[in-house]
């Protein structure tokens, strides 16, 4: 599977996302949070997709080019980033609906964009989908697997955005369908539509969190538990980067991903 660029094909890496994201053990946490923050608002769903993106990257990315110090980490530590994450899913199910205080900015934005979310708190709960997405075998080895094979940092740095490019996908996504039908609605209806997935944001985030902390309790969220999805992922990373050993070929198929991604965000946001 050797690509002379890169060592392993970008696009390989992004289909390699996509599938990883649809582990079991890795959507039963960040699906909800995502679904959870874009039922806050009904208007700039897009742009704390980003933020949430950059949230889940930034713990990732640091992952697949660390992967021996992480590996260990996160198999000593798998039980209490759940619980962890789990307080933190209860606790933005409270904050969607009653705020208690307001969560600190990490960066300066134009809030005027939307003054009911804030986003640090989006932002942090990336971060947390990326720890607990992290705790996922299947997760964790693809991204190893893949950055193992880049000749360089550099050049792994790279392989590893791809990848993470792949695991958000589908989330900007399912943003737009999202934002589309909401734009539909107006007046007196709107309020009461934003009312009611509010609602249901706040509901998701504390009942994902209770059933994460009940079944982390009961050992029935682990590490290992998706050894058979994880080596089928990697299988699946071998066979189909077969198909794009041309340097050329991949990177133009992959600038194609990126620049539809690019034309979607300039649109939207």
Same mark, same amino acid.
């Given at each position: 599977?050797?690509?002379?660029?890169?060592g392993v094909s970008l696009t390989t890496s992004f289909l390699a996302g996509?599938?990883?994201?649809?582990?079991?053990?890795?959507i039963t946490f960040l699906f909800p949070s995502y679904l959870g923050t874009i039922f806050k608002e009904n208007r700039k769903v897009m742009f704390y997709t980003i933020v949430f993106a950059l949230g889940i990257a930034s713990v990732l990315?640091?992952?697949?080019? +660390?992967?021996?110090?992480?590996?260990?980490f996160f198999d000593e530590f798998h039980r209490e980033i759940y619980y962890l994450g789990a307080?933190?899913?209860?606790?933005?199910?409270?904050?969607?609906?009653?705020?208690?205080?307001?969560?600190?900015?990490?960066?300066?934005?134009?809030m005027s964009l939307n003054k009911k979310v804030n986003v640090g708190s989006v932002f942090w709960l990336?971060?947390?989908? +990326?720890?607990?997405s992290s705790c996922c075998a299947p997760v964790l080895f693809a991204a190893v697997t893949l950055t193992t094979l880049a000749p360089s940092l550099f050049q792994a740095i790279i392989v590893s955005i791809a990848y993470v490019l792949g695991i958000v996908?589908?989330?900007?996504i399912l943003s737009l369908g999202y934002e589309s039908a909401t734009l539909k609605i107006s007046g007196e209806n709107r309020q009461k539509f934003h009312d009611s997935l509010t609602i249901i944001g706040s509901s998701i985030f504390i009942i994902t969190g209770v059933l994460i902390a009940i079944f982390t309790?009961?050992?029935?969220?682990?590490?290992?538990?998706?050894?058979?999805?994880?080596?089928?992922?990697? +299988?699946?990373?071998?066979?189909?980067g077969k198909y794009f050993q041309n340097s050329v070929v991949d990177i133009l198929i992959f600038g194609i991903i990126v620049f539809i991604f690019y034309k979607l965000l300039k649109k939207h946001i």
């Open positions: 599977m050797d690509n002379l660029l890169f996509v599938l990883a994201l649809f582990a079991p053990c890795c990315i640091p992952v697949a080019l +660390g992967f021996r110090f992480f590996i260990s307080v933190f899913l209860i606790f933005m199910g409270i904050m969607t609906v009653k705020p208690v205080f307001k969560m600190p900015q990490l960066f300066h934005f134009n990336g971060v947390m989908s +990326g720890l607990t996908f589908p989330l900007f309790y009961f050992d029935k969220i682990q590490m290992y538990q998706m050894e058979g999805y994880s080596k089928a992922l990697r +299988g699946y990373i071998f066979q189909f």
